[in-house]
């Protein structure tokens, strides 16, 4: 598929970025596929692009990210976008376009960016089997699901009593996502659990509520722990070892829920020790 990104500056000029691979980054980070350094308003890592063949583009916007990106006037977090959709980040211009790029737009429910980073190809350090240093190659891993099963209700007493009891810790997890991955996975089981004790004890409205903010919570958490795949991909790609810490130590926290002997969470944990000693040889050499 030729596929392109398209900026235009404030003062008009145009710059035209083919999207080779699955997926490509775009920010002002040098290790950013699509790099704009002189772009104050986007983040190092601001936008991950990944073509979808003619059900169009699947956009995510960097969490937290100082700058909102705008569709069709509107701040935009992430889903599938028409190709020829254009979306704005502070003067910048963005178009997504193709050389079958359609002229009606269409309608695509969102999918979970899970699907993007599965079997990240780390091919590039694959090095010797019998070197306990090197990087072991995640090439054909597939990422584990961090949701899988449905919530029950696991109150014995008064259901309406257990709902409210966990939504309020549901609450009190997702207001501490930011500080901890572990938190949005436990809130999003939490989300679940009440909805289900709601529906036990008959309030099919408040069940529903729980089911939003389940899924809103569940869609946080899947975005993140794909642009923490897609920035431990770059950093290895780039030997950023401090970066590559930061985000094995990431996802390790995001697995923690899942098989600790699943392939994926074993090797990760394996990536981490190795890139830990590395920085650490990397500052020991700075000193």
């Known amino acids: 598929m030729d596929a392109f990104v398209e900026v235009v500056n404030t003062d008009g000029t145009k710059e035209r970025f083919p999207i080779e691979g699955s997926q490509v980054t775009l920010g002002k980070s040098g290790s950013a596929q699509i790099s704009i350094p002189t772009a104050r308003e986007l983040e190092l890592e601001h936008l991950l692009i990944a073509p979808r063949g003619k059900e169009g583009v699947w956009v995510s916007t960097s969490q937290g990210a100082m700058t909102p990106t705008l569709y069709k006037g509107k701040p935009f977090v992430n889903g599938m976008v028409p190709w020829g959709s254009?979306?704005?980040?502070?003067?910048?211009?963005?178009?997504l376009t193709?050389?079958?790029?359609?002229?009606r737009e269409q309608t695509v429910s969102p999918v979970l960016l899970v699907a993007l980073v599965v079997g990240l190809a780390l091919a590039g350090f694959m090095l010797l089997k019998d070197d306990p240093h090197a990087l072991p190659s995640g090439e054909g891993l597939e990422p584990p699901e961090l949701f899988t099963t449905a919530a029950e209700c696991s109150a014995t007493g008064d259901p309406a009593a257990?709902?409210?009891?966990?939504?309020?810790?549901?609450h009190s997890r997702g207001d501490r996502v930011r500080f901890d991955p572990r938190d949005g996975v436990q809130a999003v089981f939490l989300y679940d659990e009440a909805a289900a004790c709601y529906r036990r004890a008959g309030n099919a409205d408040k069940a529903r509520e729980m089911e939003a903010q389940r899924d809103e919570m569940k869609e946080m958490v899947n975005a993140e722990y794909a642009a923490r795949r897609l920035r431990l991909h770059h950093a290895l790609q780039t030997e950023d070892w401090e970066r590559a810490v930061i985000e094995t130590r990431a996802l390790l926290r995001l697995t923690s829920f899942v098989d600790p002997e699943n392939d994926y969470v074993v090797w990760l944990e394996r990536t981490r020790r190795i890139v830990q000693a590395r920085w650490d040889k990397e500052r020991e050499a700075r000193q």
Do not use: Q
């Open 98 to 103: 193709n050389k079958r790029e359609t002229k």
């Open 86 to 95: 254009e979306l704005v980040i502070g003067s910048l211009r963005i178009r």
């Open 162 to 170: 257990a709902a409210e009891s966990t939504e309020y810790r549901a």
